[in-house]
């Protein structure tokens, strides 16, 4: 049996196990970390999800505020507007979700709630954190569960009950990420997988940072330590 197949074939149900297969099938990512191996990269992407990439973009076209991409900053913040993430990412969160029963996973500024609607397709229970209320509209429309609120400023308890955080950068300020993953540590389980999208560093106090994608460092996921 071959290195891959035995890491698909384990059953696992905690993120340290995970980790420990994450780890046996890592290489030397440099600068003090770990890069998964491509064979499972190529898997993972391969592994076809239960929509498509036109059903999945359809959505974005449909519920993204027009001018979102040209306009990446709120006004008068350093937060990044409600941009959505690429398909491709979406197949990582498919991958993880078979290794945890009754998997829940948060989107830590959820945008339109297009990474919590689809991840509903695939088997997540899902619920959100966004503190652009005008999108509560598109949130009820779709039937996703939002919590409104700045994260600095709102309860995060129910993040303990998570499986799966998953953060696109929501805001460009290095010591504010910093703070926010404080935050999550405090406020997770210890063996909480965090995926996250355009990492503000490759290296996050408390967490061990794996790279994922194939080309480049855009997707890492973290683990606390
Ligand atoms: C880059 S978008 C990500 C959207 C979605 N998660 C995705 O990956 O497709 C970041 C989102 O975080 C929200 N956000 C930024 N700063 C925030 C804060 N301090 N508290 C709550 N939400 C915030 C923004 O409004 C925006 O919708």
Not at 93 to 117: E, F, Q, V
Not at 158 to 165: A, G, I, Q, S
Not at 186 to 193: A, E, G, L, Q, R
């Amino acid at each position: 049996m071959n290195h891959i197949s035995s890491f698909f074939n384990y059953i696992k149900e905690s993120a340290e196990e995970l980790y420990g297969l994450f780890r046996k099938n890592c290489r030397n990512g440099g600068e003090d970390r770990l890069k998964l191996n491509e064979d499972i990269i190529e898997k993972v992407i391969n592994t076809p999800l239960p929509f498509t990439s036109n059903e999945y973009y359809n959505f974005v076209d449909k519920y993204l505020p027009s001018g979102a991409d040209e306009d990446l900053y709120v006004d008068g913040s350093d937060s990044f507007r409600e941009i959505a993430t690429e398909y491709d990412d979406l197949k990582y969160l498919n991958y993880i979700k078979t290794y945890i029963t009754n998997p829940i996973l948060c989107d830590m500024g959820c945008g339109i709630g297009n990474i919590l609607h689809f991840c509903n397709k695939m088997g997540y229970k899902t619920f959100g954190y966004e503190f652009n209320k005008s999108l509560s509209k598109i949130h009820k429309k779709v039937g996703v569960d939002v919590i409104y609120g700045d994260f600095f400023t709102t309860d995060l308890s129910k993040l303990k009950t998570c499986d799966v955080v998953f953060l696109y950068r929501p805001i460009s300020s290095v010591a504010s990420m910093n703070k926010l993953f404080k935050l999550i540590r405090s406020n997770t389980k210890d063996n909480v997988i965090i995926v996250y999208k355009y990492p503000h560093q490759m290296r996050i106090t408390g967490f061990t940072t794996i790279s994922l994608n194939e080309w480049d460092d855009d997707l890492i996921i973290l683990f606390k330590k």
